[in-house]
Each structure stands twice: as structure tokens, then as C-alpha cells.
């Protein structure tokens, strides 16, 4: 299997699902760019629009900046509409309004714009109230007119001016030519008659031009108002609705944002996928995060968990063809996650017909894997290595799995660890009948002994649960694997299990002495509960003794139960476990 790193790729389904699991962030940024939205629209003060168009014609003065203009002819409208909002057509329109503002105050509440292909204006002004804003367009309006044509009527002044100063000079001239015309000689009598004919034909030309320009001078009209500013009846600004709707887009786009940072960044398995692409570990199997989780039973064959499962079966038989094969199941964390994959697994190996043997390695404060299959936790393994119970005698027969094989916790507490090949020892005298042995390992953030038991095992496969697994514990883990020279097949994603409570009770099945049908017992979980519902060792058993690594927690006699002390030693076993011992 390749467990190469690769470059983390989010598809939109992953997307999906991080918007499904971040959408509490989503829906709080959404809000939170509602409400800004709101407030804005809420604090924004009024803004009334008023407008009125302008047609501008041309007054016949020459113009230099007519070149160029969008318009053919002799109007520039751009340069036009930057004069409306100029400081000479402001201060005018301050004259008209009577305001104490600044001209470039009120300029700023100005804006032009051109129709194309026309020779209009339309001018805009805004301000705090309807009025305001009326006033405001056709006082602007009306100051860009006088403006206009006072540059006109100036211009033509001045040229007026001008021409009547050649007409002066061009008569003065003429009357001395006429007067050396008549003292002069035959000769230069030609000379001046054609001096005096060009005198008065420039003097007649000028004449004409001062008659021209006294009418532009009385027909002046730089344009007028062909729509009247009207008084708005409603604001422009602020529009509630588009000002929470872009606060809410903003919002939006912040948490799809924030929701897939806090994805890509994140520490924890937050998609399966993070696994084989920032880990390097193999994925297997993917519990669908739809999947309620089960303690009291295994997954149903036929529905969506008990089908992973199979498939995780399938693929395992393939990665592992020799017989005999023993499995490991690790939690990367604490909790029943290893518990339900290691129960499930088995029961699925059993259900292809196929001898198993599931073994728990720990008590479990959360859950037990005797539990699951609907068996006794006690004779078990703890029992086992310390010599109180032999391995037929432990191993007891799954009701609703008649091919599984079942080896509980036991009724020992550690101290020190597995002695060394105990489970090797163990295992393999399992492996003799069972093609395959799936053994539920401690979690590996409590100490090492799943490292230790790894080295004893055929395979390892480890258990992760989205949103609380830590990259980096997976990441350390499996280099540890790799380290003790165990072929790490792979891991398998749950859901987020809640931790079950050390201290809550829950009815589990056992076995009815003679009965061999299962019936419900009242039993907490973990070592303090095992020492809860076992007896104090009796006196003549001596004091608890150490075998090994190992601290041994004896069965007693209840005090008292004289039918019992007199009773056979195995029957006696018997009823004070409320089941038979069987053999295989």
C-alpha cells in the first residue's frame, strides 16, 4: 500500500461537508454581516437625488477645446459637464442658494452625466432633505447657463472691442489717403487711388463683422433647461434592503471562508482524506458520519455500517491470505471507538463463515468488547496469563455468532505490562482454530503497551474519529508501528463518538449458568467496576499475588454461603460467575 504524503485537494463534496460541520461558524458570520448591515443602513443619514438636463447650444464663439469632443460640431460635452462642477459655476450657485457651505463643499454634492450621442447634461446634486436636494440641481442648473454665457458674451465684448479699434484706425487712415489724393501729381495719384479703394473695402468687411457680432450679442443663448429639477419623494440612500443584503453576502463569504481555513489548517481528522494526504497513512474504510453508534450490539449485516464493514472484511482477507492471521485494532484516542471497529470486524469475519477470535486486550472504562458480542468480561485474558483460568475455560462461544470466539479483559488489573511473548503465546494458540484473530489493543495515548503488543501481532489497523483525532498523533503513532517492524494495513475513520461515563451503568447481555442463552446483568465498565462486582479474596486464598507484570484481583466466596464452600471447587466457580465453564 502506498503511504506516501500527498498534496492536500479539497473536491466539493469535502466543501459540503465542511460547511455542514463549520455551519454554527457560518450562520454566526452571516449574522454577524446582517446585523452590520443593518446598522449601517440604520446609521446612514438620508440622501435625497435631484435632477434636472440641460440643453447646451452653441453660442458661436470660437472654442479651442472643441476639438476632440465626443460630439461632432462645435460643443465639447465633456469638457462641459467638468465645467458645471467648476469653482466659478459653484460660487454662483452658493450666490443662488444663499448657503454658508464652501463652493468645493458644494461640488462635491454634484454629478454630470452625457447621454450618448446628445448635446444634454444632466445635472445631479444631492443633500440632506428633498428640498435641499431640489434647490440644489437647479441652482447649479441655472448657474452653469449664466456661467456659459457670460464666457460667451465676454468673449464677444472683447472682440467688439477690437474690431472697433481697426475700424478707427482703418478711417483715420482713409481720411489722410483721401486728403493726399488731392494734392498729389498724376503718378502718384494711381498709388493712392488703390490705397484708398483697400481702406475702404477692410473698413466695409469690419463694418460687417461689428454688425454680426452686435447680433450674437442680442440672440446670446448658451443652452437652456429642457427638464426641471423635480423634489424627490423618497431617499436614494441608504436602500435597506441592499445594505443587509451586501452585509449579509459580506458575512457569507467570511464564513464559507473561515469554515474552510479552519478545515485546511485544522490539527484534527477532519475528513478522511486527511489521512493518506497529510499523514501517510493508508485509508481503509469511512463510517459514514450518518451512522448512529451502537454499544449494546454490532452493526446489522445488511444496513450502512454493517456493509463498510464488510467491505473493510473483504479487503483484510486480501492484505492478509495466510492462516492464522492476527489483527491488531488501535485507537489513536481514548474511548469505544477501537471497541466498536474490533467487535464489528469479528463479527463480520464470522459472518463469512470464517472460525474468529476476538480478544480484548484491556478493560475498557467506555466499553467492552464482551459486551458488544453478548459475552462474560470475566474469566478473561488478565486470568489467563496469571494462571486463575486456562484459555477453553475463557474463551466462550458468541451467541448470535457461532463461528466468533470471545476473550475478555478478565478480572486482573495490570501494574506493569504484558509479559513479554504472553500474548504471542496467546494468540497463536487461538490462531490454531481461528483463521482469524482480531485482538482490541489499549489506546495509544495511554502508554505503550499497544507499541509492545503491535510487535506480537500479524497487522495493525488503526482507529481514528473525526473532529477530535490529532494529526500528529496519527502521524507519531504510525511511525512507532513502523518502528516494531508491524505492516500498518491502514486506518479507519468513525464518527465522533461521545466517551461513555466510567461511572454509568448499563445492562449488558451474559450467560445463565446451564442455560447458555443470554440474560440481562446490571455491570459498570472498567477496573474500578470490576473490583465492584468481584468479591473480596478469600482468606484462604491467601493475599493478592503478583505473577509477572501483573497484579491479580482472586474471586472470593460471598461470606457466608456455606452451600458454596461445600460445593464442588468447579461448581462453585460456576454459579459465583452466574454461567458454566465452557470448553471448545
Not at 434636472?52 to 462641459?80: I, Y
Not at 489548517?265 to 477532519?270: C, G, I, K, N
Not at 449494546?296 to 483484510?316: H, I, S, T
Not at 463518538?497 to 447481555?509: L, M, N, Q, W
Request: with cysteine.
Amino acid at each position: 500500500m502506498d503511504t506516501g504524503r500527498t498534496t492536500s485537494t479539497y473536491h466539493l463534496s469535502d466543501m459540503l461537508v465542511a460547511v455542514k460541520r463549520g455551519r454554527t461558524l457560518l450562520l454566526a458570520l452571516l449574522g454577524a454581516g446582517l446585523a452590520v448591515g443593518a446598522a449601517l443602513a440604520v446609521t446612514t443619514p438620508a440622501e435625497y437625488v435631484s435632477h434636472t438636463q440641460v440643453l447646451v447650444r452653441p453660442t458661436g464663439v470660437d472654442d479651442p477645446n472643441v476639438s476632440g469632443g465626443r460630439t461632432k460640431g462645435e460643443l465639447n460635452l465633456d469638457t462641459e459637464a467638468q465645467l458645471v462642477k467648476s469653482t466659478a459655476v459653484a460660487d454662483r450657485a452658493l450666490e443662488i442658494l444663499g448657503g454658508q457651505a464652501s463652493a468645493q463643499d458644494l461640488a462635491a454634492h454634484v454629478t454630470v452625466e452625457v447621454p450618448a450621442n446628445t448635446s444634454v447634461l444632466t445635472i445631479g446634486f444631492s443633500g440632506g432633505s428633498a428640498v435641499a436636494a431640489h434647490d440644489g440641481a437647479a441652482a447649479f442648473a441655472t448657474a452653469y447657463l449664466e456661467h456659459r454665457e457670460a464666457t460667451a458674451k465676454e468673449t464677444i465684448d472683447t472682440e467688439i472691442k477690437g474690431v472697433d479699434a481697426n475700424l478707427e484706425s482703418l478711417r483715420g487712415q482713409l481720411a489722410q489717403v483721401s486728403t493726399d489724393l488731392a494734392a498729389a501729381t498724376a503718378a502718384d495719384r494711381v498709388v493712392l487711388g488703390s490705397n484708398k479703394d483697400l481702406l475702404s473695402r477692410q473698413i466695409e468687411e469690419l463694418t460687417s463683422r461689428r454688425s454680426e457680432l452686435d447680433g450674437k450679442l442680442s440672440t446670446l443663448a448658451g443652452g437652456k433647461v429642457i427638464s426641471e429639477a423635480v423634489t424627490p419623494s423618497s431617499p436614494d440612500k441608504p436602500i435597506v434592503w441592499l445594505d443587509v443584503a451586501g452585509g449579509g453576502t459580506a458575512g457569507l463569504l467570511a464564513g464559507f471562508g473561515a469554515v474552510l481555513a479552519r478545515e485546511r489548517f485544522s490539527r484534527t481528522v477532519r475528513r478522511a482524506a486527511d489521512l493518506p494526504e497529510r499523514c501517510g497513512v493508508p485509508l481503509l474504510v469511512e463510517l459514514p458520519a450518518s451512522v448512529a453508534p451502537r454499544f449494546a450490539d454490532v452493526y446489522g449485516a445488511y444496513g450502512p455500517a454493517g456493509k463498510v464493514f464488510g467491505r473493510l472484511r473483504n479487503e483484510l482477507i486480501a492484505a492478509l491470505p495466510e492462516r492464522g492471521r492476527v489483527l491488531l485494532v488501535v485507537g489513536v484516542d481514548e474511548g469505544p471507538g477501537a471497541t466498536v471497529v474490533a467487535a464489528n470486524l469479528a463479527a463480520a469475519f464470522a459472518r463469512a463463515d470464517l472460525p474468529t477470535a476476538a480478544v480484548a486486550a484491556h478493560a475498557s472504562p467506555y466499553l467492552a468488547l464482551p459486551d458488544m458480542l453478548g459475552t462474560p468480561s470475566v474469566p478473561g485474558l488478565a486470568d489467563v496469563i496469571t494462571g486463575r483460568a486456562d484459555l477453553d475455560e475463557a474463551t466462550v462461544r458468541a451467541a448470535r455468532h457461532p463461528r466468533l470466539s470471545v476473550l475478555g479483559a478478565g478480572s486482573a488489573a495490570r501494574a506493569g505490562g504484558w509479559p513479554n511473548g504472553a500474548m504471542r503465546q496467546i494468540t497463536g494458540a487461538l490462531a490454531q482454530t481461528a483463521e482469524f484473530v482480531v485482538v482490541e489493543a489499549p489506546p495509544a495515548s495511554g502508554d505503550a503497551d499497544a507499541q509492545r503488543l503491535a510487535a506480537e501481532c500479524d497487522a495493525v489497523l488503526l482507529v481514528a474519529e473525526s473532529e477530535r483525532t490529532r494529526l500528529s498523533a496519527v502521524s507519531d503513532l504510525a511511525e512507532q508501528l513502523r518502528r516494531v517492524n508491524t505492516p500498518l494495513l491502514g486506518a479507519v475513520v468513525l464518527p465522533r463518538f461521545k466517551k461513555r461515563r466510567p461511572d454509568a451503568p448499563e445492562t449488558v447481555p451474559t450467560v445463565q449458568a446451564g442455560s447458555g442463552a443470554p440474560e440481562p446483568r446490571f455491570e459498570r465498565a472498567g477496573a474500578e467496576a470490576l473490583t465492584e462486582i468481584m468479591p473480596a479474596i478469600p482468606a484462604q486464598h491467601g493475599e493478592p499475588e503478583r505473577a509477572g507484570d501483573l497484579l491479580v484481583a482472586a474471586d472470593a466466596e460471598p461470606a457466608g454461603d456455606t452451600e458454596a464452600a461445600e460445593a464442588p471447587a468447579g461448581e462453585v466457580k460456576a454459579r459465583r460467575k452466574g454461567r458454566p465453564c465452557p470448553r471448545r
